[in-house]
Nanobody, 116 residues
Framework: QVQLVESGGGLVQPGGSLRLSCAASGSIFSIFTMGWYRQAPGKERVLVAR???????DYAESVKGRFTISRDNAKNTVYLQMDSLKLDDTAVYYC??????????WGKGTLVTVSS
C-alpha cells in the first residue's frame, strides 16, 4: 500500500509562489509516475503536472511556464513549484502515484488559496 502525504499549501497573493511537496511511503517510489492534480470548488479534478519514472514531464496548458514538477527519488518526494500564481489556481491539490503493478493512489490533498 502506498501512502502519500502532501504539504506546502496555504494562502498567497496573486503573482506569488508556493512549493508543494508530496512524501511517499515505501521503497519503490522510483518506479511510479507521480502527478499533481487539482480540484476547484464545483469542478472536476484535473491533471496539473505529471513526471514519469524516467524524468519526462507533462503539464496542463494553463500552468505551462509557471509550474515546475520535480522528484527526488532518494527522498521519496515529488514537488510542485508554483510561480506567478493566479486567482484561478485556487484549488485543493492532490498528489497521485501510478504504476501498472500498484495502480493509482491518492493523497488527502492540500489547499492552495490565491487571493488579494
Amino acid at each position: 500500500q502506498v501512502q502519500l502525504v502532501e504539504s506546502g499549501g496555504g494562502l498567497v497573493q496573486p503573482g506569488g509562489s508556493l512549493r508543494l511537496s508530496c512524501a511517499a511511503s515505501g521503497s519503490i517510489f522510483s518506479i511510479f509516475t507521480m502527478g499533481w492534480y487539482r480540484q476547484a470548488p464545483g469542478k472536476e479534478r484535473v491533471l496539473v503536472a505529471r513526471i514519469y519514472n524516467g524524468g519526462s514531464t507533462d503539464y496542463a496548458e494553463s500552468v505551462k511556464g509557471r509550474f515546475t514538477i520535480s522528484r527526488d527519488n532518494a527522498k521519496n518526494t515529488v514537488y510542485l513549484q508554483m510561480d506567478s500564481l493566479k486567482l484561478d489556481d485556487t484549488a485543493v491539490y492532490y498528489c497521485n502515484s501510478y504504476s501498472p503493478a500498484y495502480g493509482n493512489h491518492w493523497g488527502k490533498g492540500t489547499l492552495v488559496t490565491v487571493s488579494s
